[in-house]
């Protein structure tokens, strides 16, 4: 192939850009000019286009916290906390209603029951006598025998003490409701930052095909030129050295990012080999943030506020319920009780009235119990008063933070494109012999390291981002 013949080779990444090589031919340049083009190619979110297959559906956010919100194990576990919460609740109700029991027993004796009536227990009359007139013997014969005993207890001074536990009970199923809140949330930010840094390893790992595409042709043609003379056997052996090193450091990218694809399935809650590719994410929104109305709805959403204000409210039921304790316990009682095959005692026998259980004296016992309620009580408020001023002082610490990433991440873009551009003229100068090849390395590597922190000023942005969202309480 003549020298001064261009030569263009099109990608299906960038196949605008062609690869143009003109004697006297460099290995080292046209590799910087191939990693120039490659760069200003990445999208303006920081990501390069990648590879897709057909058989590898593409997830996007929305779809990972749907299939998050239904399968992620910790969510499922606080929803039986809530389902436990609520069956306890229903429990402490039934306790409303009569209390219904039942005993019965049945057996045979083994020896005759005698009972003996003295003479004139039932009363001694003028014409008749006592009566009975002398002792009697009763005895019931060798047969199977029974007892039955029935009752219904309503409560009705308990009824009061009884809507203070359901209000206990009630407040408990709020808190499992707002803990679940709580992991919603969590779970919402961790599918965001995970998703987030799967799209710039995805980006990373597409970035280093390209760079090993271009390096293996741009090996072949060097070789193919080494054969002619027209190039130093150190520039081809640099060439070889770099694709090696690239396809070392590709080869660590994929790995990382099947490592952060497998943790991600398990994060959702599906099996961790499901294969699966991120969606590309659009540049990142600079919107202005009102932080009083961030507070205020931090104030308002939070679960653990809310957390806080059900327990001030059950520490003072508490003591309610125990001052509740100097009323008498008093139920209306219903019984009935059934005598089978025993001789002389009645056969049936029912009764209905008040049955009454106090304790008027207990040593102070409630007295002391009210005290320590009160002192439990009164630390629940001041706890609520602390989160409250924690929260606020979290959403103002995740403010500036998004502010820091979203400037940092402005520098760092900024920074990239004009390394780029640099790149790019100082490429052009070396090809006219204007700057040493050494310069153009250094400037290389500078174009290098822009791109590394600008990918790692755009994670740390949209990890900023989510923190916030979830310090102000968002869904």
Not at 156 to 168: E, F, G, I
Request: with cysteine; proline share 5%.
């Amino acid at each position: 192939m003549d020298p001064g013949t261009e030569i263009k080779r099109r990608s299906p990444f960038y196949p605008a850009v062609p690869l143009i090589l003109r004697r006297p031919p460099c290995s080292a340049t046209a590799f910087l000019f191939v990693m120039a083009l490659m760069t200003t190619q990445i999208n303006a979110s920081g990501q390069a286009a990648t590879p897709g297959s057909p058989n590898v559906p593409t997830l996007t956010l929305d779809q990972a916290l749907g299939i998050a919100i239904r399968n992620n194990r910790q969510l499922q576990i606080s929803g039986l906390d809530v389902v436990k919460a609520r069956e306890s609740l229903a429990e402490v109700r039934t306790n409303f209603f009569p209390a219904l029991k039942f005993f019965g027993l049945g057996g045979f004796p083994l020896r005759p029951t005698s009972f003996t009536v003295p003479a004139g227990v039932l009363g001694v009359y003028p014409t008749v006598g006592p009566i009975p007139a002398h002792d009697s013997s009763i005895t019931t014969p060798l047969r199977p025998t029974g007892l039955i005993n029935a009752s219904a207890d309503q409560p009705l001074t308990q009824l009061y003490k009884l809507d203070l536990v359901a209000r206990v009970a009630g407040n408990g199923l709020q808190l499992a409701r707002e803990a679940e809140r709580a992991q919603h949330q969590e779970t919402t930010r961790q599918v965001k930052t995970a998703y987030r840094q799967l799209a710039q390893a995805q980006a990373e790992v597409g970035s280093a095909e390209a760079a090993v595409k271009y390096l293996t042709e741009l090996s072949e043609l060097t070789d193919r030129r080494l054969a002619q003379q027209t190039v130093l056997l150190s520039d081809s052996l640099t060439v070889n050295a770099n694709l090696k090193q690239q396809r070392y450091q590709l080869l660590k990218l994929q790995d990382a990012f099947e490592v952060q694809k497998e943790s991600f399935n398990r994060l959702l809650g599906r099996d961790v080999h499901t294969a699966f590719s991120i969606e590309l994410q659009p540049s990142p929104e600079f919107l202005e943030v009102d932080l009083e109305a961030a507070r205020k709805q931090a104030l308002e959403q939070r679960p653990e506020i809310r957390e806080a204000r059900l327990q001030r409210d059950s520490a003072k039921v508490d003591v309610r319920r125990e001052k509740a304790e100097y009323i008498p316990d008093l139920s209306l009682n219903v019984t009935y009780l059934s005598f089978q095959n025993v001789v002389f005692l009645p056969r049936n026998a029912s009764s209905v009235g008040l049955s009454l259980s106090w304790q008027p004296f207990d040593w102070g016992y409630k007295k002391h119990r009210i005290g320590e309620l009160k002192a439990t009580a009164e630390q629940k408020v001041l706890s609520e008063e602390d989160i409250e001023q924690e929260v606020v002082v979290e959403v103002d610490q995740k403010y500036r933070v998004l502010n820091e990433a979203r400037m940092l991440l402005e520098a760092d873009a900024d920074a990239r494109q004009a390394a780029v551009q640099k790149l790019k003229e100082m490429t052009s100068s070396y090809e006219l012999k204007a700057i040493l090849l050494s310069s153009l390395l250094e400037q290389q590597s500078a174009v290098s390291k822009a791109e590394t922190e600008y990918q790692g000023a755009l994670a740390a942005f949209w990890t900023a981002k989510a923190d916030f969202e979830r310090a102000i309480g968002e869904d």
